[in-house]
């Protein structure tokens, strides 16, 4: 485990995961585990930012500890062995073993988000600012629509915002803004592992096909409106949903998935889409989401040198 002995810094940190850990090496102590691509590093405790020190992961085995390697029950512990042969120990919770493993393994074989030198200089505090917490403080805000702005476009601000229109007139303004949190929470978490290059190409195809045939299914019931088949487009959704679980499960925590789960659920419900689909008062909102949708759909799918064009998808 590499000791932090760097000038005063701050690190910038993508957290794929985190959690209460204790690690045996030279000796045994107990930390706040945060991984990163390319790293496992270690606080005091949850609250602190300072890094305490971190395993580099590239190159490193991660196997399940046997009997040989810890005389306790080795159901909760795991080896992190790295290239240069240092053989770490670590235990969690038996529940979240298999877990940390998998999502170990897979952060092992991405690059470090920062370059961190560790010289022979006087030792200082390198502080960790961690991109995870941008999730939770921006959402909701103009900050969280900015991030979705920025990277999907002003569109994407504007789907969200009709998806919004539609919830105050069935469920009222609590439950529209508890729906536009959950919207936007998650659309950031996306963007973070978009930019972080969390998410490899070939792990979203799947989804763009899904997404594309529910696309052009939505816009052309805004535009046709007696081809509206709510349990057709519940059942495609469903499949893009279970898809998207997959690739987000290893990044994000149990609470956020219930979050998507239960976000989804509600948009996709009859009660809902028959309000976009089927109610007079919500014409003028079907009309907009059709024509953001259009946009969309020529910036995404049709014309990939579209000179303003935020989004990068795989074209298929």
């Known amino acids: 485990m590499s000791k932090n002995s760097e000038e005063e810094d701050v690190v910038d940190v993508v957290i794929l995961k985190e959690g209460q850990l204790t690690i045996l090496n030279t000796k045994k102590a107990r930390f706040w585990g945060v ?8 606080k005091r405790n949850e609250k602190s930012t300072e890094i305490k020190g ?22 909760s512990s795991f080896v992190i062995t790295t290239s ?16 940390w493993v998998d999502i170990i393994k897979e952060a092992a074989d991405k690059k470090a988000d920062t370059e961190i030198s560790f010289q022979n200089k006087k030792k200082q505090t390198l502080n960790m600012r961690m991109k995870k917490n941008i999730v939770g403080k921006i959402a909701g805000t103009k900050a969280g629509r900015k991030v979705i702005r920025d990277n999907i476009g002003p569109d994407g601000v ?5 998806i919004k229109e539609v919830i105050k007139l069935q469920d009222g303004e609590k439950k529209a803004k508890e729906i536009e949190s959950n919207m936007i929470k998650l659309a950031v ?14 792990e979203i195809i799947p989804c763009l096909k899904l997404l594309k045939k529910i696309w052009s299914d939505l816009l052309d019931c805004c535009e046709i409106s007696f081809v509206y088949d709510q349990p057709t487009l519940a059942k495609s959704i469903t499949e893009l949903q279970m898809e998207i679980v997959k690739i987000l499960k290893p990044f994000v925590t149990d609470k ?9 659920d509600y948009i996709k419900g009859p009660i809902l889409m028959d309000k976009l689909y089927l109610s007079s008062d919500t014409k003028a909102l079907r009309e907009q989401l059709g024509e953001v949708l259009r946009k969309l759909w020529d910036m995404v799918f049709k014309d990939p040198g579209h000179k303003d064009k935020q989004l990068s998808l795989i074209h298929i």
């Open 35 to 42: 991984l990163a691509p390319g790293r496992l590093y270690f």
């Open 54 to 75: 971190f395993i580099p992961l590239n190159g490193s085995k991660i196997e399940m500890a046997t009997p040989s390697d810890i005389k306790k029950s080795t159901d």
């Open 84 to 99: 240069s042969g240092e053989k770490n120990i670590v235990t969690v919770d038996s529940k979240s073993v298999k877990q």
């Open 158 to 162: 504007k789907v969200i915002d009709v």
């Open 189 to 202: 978490k996306g963007v973070l592992l978009y930019q972080n290059k969390s998410v490899k190409g070939s």
């Open 256 to 264: 956020n998935i219930t979050r998507l789960n239960e976000t989804v």
